[in-house]
Structures are given as C-alpha cells and as structure tokens.
Nanobody, 121 residues
Framework: VQLQASGGGSVQAGGSRRLSCSAS????????VAWFRQAPGKEREFVSA????????YYGDFVKGRFTISRDNDKKTVYLQMNDLTSEDTAVYYC???????????????WGLGTLVTVSS
C-alpha cells in the first residue's frame, strides 16, 4: 500500500486548508486512516483518524472542533478539513493506515510522505 498526502501550503491564521491522503492498493475500505503531524522540534502527534467500516472518527484534544476527517472509499482518499488555523498548527502532516485503529503512531504500519502546512499570523 502506498500513500500520498497533498494539500499543504501556506495559509494565514484563521484560514482553512484541506489535506488529502490518496492510497493505492487493494482493500482500502478495510483500513483505518489517520493523520499525524510533527512540528519543528516536537514529537509526532495524533491529529485524527477515521476507522474502517462505519467510519467512526477520532480527534486529538487540541483539535477542538476545528478539523473534520472524512473518507471516500471509492476514490481511496481521506480528507482532513482544517479550519480556524493558528500558528500552532504549523507542521508537517502525515497520513498513515493500518487494519487496526489507534491514536499511537506505533499502531500504523504504512506511512505517506508528509505535506507541510505553514500558518502565518
């Protein structure tokens, strides 16, 4: 399975950005897809995940209703809509998948290259 994250770029504080994670390979519908992020000098942290099956969603505490994760199984793509961005959201955003669901990065076996989001104040 290969993943490709896209949609990063520069945005002003208070703005929005939508990230996409496209997957190749079979059985995408059976995978949980998660987003993590890593800011300079910080550890990689969990942002959001959408589970296989019914598509239950999970969010990191810092999201506070600003982000929405969704998936389109036909397109094998997961989206992360990010609103009300702040400079604290500046980071490289990674998507990852696995057949189990979790908030730890160690729960995910396949990772895509990240996409950089820079929020300027």
């Amino acid at each position: 399975v290969q993943l490709q994250a896209s949609g990063g770029g520069s945005v002003q504080a208070g703005g929005s950005r939508r990230l996409s994670c496209s997957a190749s390979g079979r059985a995408f519908i059976n995978y949980t897809v998660a987003w993590f992020r890593q800011a300079p000098g910080k550890e990689r942290e969990f942002v959001s995940a959408v589970k296989y099956g019914v598509g239950t969603t999970y969010y990191g505490d810092f999201v506070k209703g600003r982000f929405t994760i969704s998936r389109d199984n036909d397109k094998k793509t997961v989206y992360l809509q990010m609103n009300d961005l702040t400079s604290e959201d500046t980071a490289v955003y990674y998507c990852a998948i696995n057949t189990i669901c979790g908030t730890s990065l160690f729960a995910y076996s396949y990772w895509g290259l990240g996409t950089l989001v820079t929020v300027s104040s």
